[in-house]
Each structure stands twice: as C-alpha cells, then as structure tokens.
C-alpha cells in the first residue's frame, strides 16, 4: 500500500523559510519522479516542483528561484525548501507520485504565510 506522509507545515511571516517533507513507503521511491503541487483556498490545484529519479528538476515560474525541490533515496523523502515566502505562497502542499498505472497522493500539508 503506497502513503505518502507530508510534514513540516505552520505559519511563518512573509520573507521567512520553511522546509516540507514527504515520507513515502510502498513504492521503490528512488526510481520514480516526484512532485510537490499546492491549493490554495478557492483556487484549483497547482504544480509546484518535480524532481526525477536522475534529480533533474522543474518549477513553476511562481517559485523558481525561491524554492528548491531535492529527495534523499536513503530515507525514501522528498523535500521542498521554500525561501523568501509570500503571502501568495499559502496553500495546502502535497506530494505527488504518479506513472503509467497508478496516481498516489498524500494529505497535505498546510502553509499559512501571514504578518
């Protein structure tokens, strides 16, 4: 059974970091992409980041530049800096793994960026 965990969600001010994780199981995580998405209140959801089983990476032009996506194999975790955070950055962030067959999510994780 895949779960995908995320964590590492609060409330921090505008100019401020946080870093989120995803703690996977069920799956061989080191040979599939994964990828962080967001959803904001009363928007639909969005794509944030991915990373590849090579550790080729891609970003939304909203956070490129301020967010760095990155895994650690070892500890089948996914994780997501974001830096220099924006009010326009709150959302729920979850994590994504999808491929031929099969379209796992986790539960999210809240990002709450307010003064």
């Known amino acids: 059974q895949v779960q995908l965990v995320e964590s590492g969600g609060g409330l921090v001010q505008p100019g401020g970091s946080l870093r989120l994780s995803c703690a996977a199981s069920?799956?061989?995580?080191?040979?599939?992409?994964m990828r962080w998405y967001r959803q904001a209140p009363g928007k639909q959801r969005e794509f944030v980041a991915q990373?590849?089983?090579?550790?080729?990476?891609n970003y939304s032009d909203s956070v490129k530049g301020r967010f760095t996506i990155s895994r650690d194999n070892a500890k089948n975790t996914m994780y997501l800096q974001m830096n220099s955070l924006k009010p326009e950055d709150t959302a729920v962030y979850y994590c994504n793994v999808a491929n031929a067959g099969m379209n796992y999510w986790g539960k999210g994780t809240l990002v709450t960026v307010s003064s």
């Open positions: 990373i590849t089983s090579s550790r080729s990476t």
């Open positions: 069920g799956i061989i995580f080191s040979i599939f992409s």
